[in-house]
């Protein structure tokens, strides 16, 4: 049997016979397993959420009904099942199916997900303009234990559970977000249990003894005055939610009863499904968090591909290194221990290494409050992720001048996660915070020398930005604020990071066309180093900014308005970089070369720049 070749709609899927089901299941985990073992992506995620998917599908209309996967990693099965299955080949790939769910590529994905706790928010939203337009539609969010440590998914349900608006959030229970769940709510929802035939006699009940309004509505405020008495309390019914659960995730004929038994209550409720990530694939199950996100696999082994040294591992080992010599030295993650390379340090000084789960502003406002007590706390965080914390940043940090290390992740393109994950607005909103000392090594060596200074002989707020992936070309150090690579007549290019290997590149052409380049790197962001920048201009009188960055608030503008409020006439200037900073996914060689960012585009904009084309 193959039913999965004959489905490419939500209705071709509720076709299918329910003993059928679990074999379909079992097609899907094999065409996952065959699909991301080529292509990569989030992998042991979307294989416990298969049976979830499936019914979900099978309950709720699409296209009409609004499904909001929270987060995003466990999607794939909902793209496979709504016409989409013939695109896997491209799944994370420039121009082809998207890793996470994307309105744009289908009216089957009713929110652009990619950072965690935002479903509930939007779910409600989508439920009031429901109830305001007058409209008929199903609103479900579909949120993880992991994103679940997140405050925003606490703020959501609050206010959800107040509003009596008829929507189901399904809580995803796998006692995993990329790394093992931490915190309070991971000890709460393991002590959550309800028997699963408690579904199948709660609608029959409502289907018989409900029908006599009177009756019902008096032994349910009877029942639920003797629960409230009776049994401990619960956090999601006291926030206004009617809980049911926790039901065995992988058993879809049970799940569709209870998600139709949810719906048809038309009043919040929060249905908790108990998964195992990873399941049916022995090596996810056995290790989820190393198959979480795959760069691909061998599938009959389970053999993933070496891991090489990257800016991430080499800041980890550097903390490590500091933390040795200096015991004031903490760390802080946001549920990413293996992603920012901490988990050596985890292991040497668990007692100083702290992850708080998804909570980007806690983190930020604790390390705050490390700092003001004498530690010296480093927060490792994705760019992207970061952006969570601006206010903090300020209130907290800033306006205090506390002693903040931030170890800036995947700053710049990071690749096939697409427009969710790239770390393009950094350099707008670090150097917008007062007092904040922004640095940005182009090598390994750099990197180790920058988070020492910044631990050991910076004061206030500092942030260290540094790229996915290795270092290119370039392996020197630098110990001033900017470096002049080359000197030149005809043009300064300005640069930071590893763009340094794209400038030199165009560098290299221009030479050969006989055009003479002052190529500079800046390793400090939020104080330019006007002394070497501005002599280069008045001698060349063209600039070209070179950054992988949004164009907001981008170096170069600062640097063109320091000209024009110094008297600097330039003949000719462009800022190139990544525009609004709305970019799609691809690897970062095809996003470079899409953005003119890579030597060739470089060397174009330089001649077009001279009038040399």
Known sequence: MNKLQDIHSPAELKQVPADEIPALCGEIREFLIDSVSKTGGHFASNLGAVELAVAIDRVYDPERDRIIYDVGHQAYVHKLLTGRRDRFPTLRKFGGLSGFPKPAESPCDAFITG???????????????????????????????????????????ADAGQSGEPIVVILNDNAMSISQSVGGMARILSQMRTKPAYFKFKRVYRKTIGRIGPLYRGIHKVKEWVKSRALPGNIFDDMGFYYLGPINGHDEHTLEQAICYAREL????????????????????????????????????????????????????TLCELAEQDPSITTITAAMLDGTGLKAFSERYPDR????????????????????????????????????????????????????????????????????????????????????????????????E????????????????????????????????????????????????????????????????GISCEVIRLTRLDAPDWDTILPS?????????????????????????????????????????????????????????????????????????????
């Open 115 to 157: 950072h965690a706790s935002t479903s509930v928010s939007a779910a409600l939203g989508m439920a009031r303009a429901r109830t305001i337009q007058g409209d008929d539609y199903d609103v479900c969010a579909v949120i993880g234990d992991g994103s679940m440590t997140g405050g925003l998914a606490y703020e959501a349900i």
């Open 266 to 317: 038309r009043i919040p409720v929060l249905l908790h499904v108990i998964t195992v990530k990873g399941k049916g694939y022995e090596y996810a199950e056995r290790w989820p968090d190393r198959y979480h996100g795959v760069s691909g696999f061998d599938p009959l082994t389970g053999i993933v591909p070496g891991e090489t040294r990257d800016f991430s591992s080499v800041a980890g080992d």
């Open 353 to 448: 290494f702290f992850d708080v789960g998804i909570c980007e502003e806690h983190a930020v406002t604790m390390a705050a409050g490390m700092a003001k007590q004498g530690l010296k706390p480093v927060f490792c965080v994705y760019s992207s992720f970061l952006q969570r914390g601006f206010d903090m940043l300020i209130h907290d940090v800033a306006l205090a001048k506390a002693h903040v290390v931030f170890a800036v992740d995947r700053a710049g393109l990071v690749g096939a996660d697409g427009e969710t994950h790239h770390g393009v607005f950094d350099v707008n909103y670090l150097c917008a915070v007062p007092g904040m000392k922004v640095l940005c090594p182009a090598s390994f060596a750099e990197l180790r």
């Open 450 to 513: 920058m988070l020492a200074v910044a631990v050991q002989e910076l004061d206030g707020p500092v942030a260290v930005r540094y790229p996915r992936g290795g270092e290119g070309d370039y392996r020197g150090r630098a110990g001033a604020p900017s470096v002049v690579h080359t000197q030149g007549n005809d043009l300064t290019i300005i640069c930071y990071g590893t763009m340094l290997d794209s400038v030199m590149r165009a560098q290299g052409l221009l030479v050969e066309r």
């Open 537 to 613: 201009l008045q001698k060349t009188k063209r600039l070209l900014a070179v950054e992988e960055t949004a164009d907001a608030g981008c170096v170069g503008s600062r640097i063109l308005a320091a000209c024009g409020e110094r008297g600097i006439v330039l003949s000719a200037a462009r800022c190139l970089n990544l525009g609004q900073g709305i970019v799609p996914q691809g690897t970062v060689e095809q996003l470079r070369a899409l953005y003119a960012l890579d030597g060739n585009g470089i060397a174009y904009a330089a001649l077009s720049m001279l009038d040399r084309l």
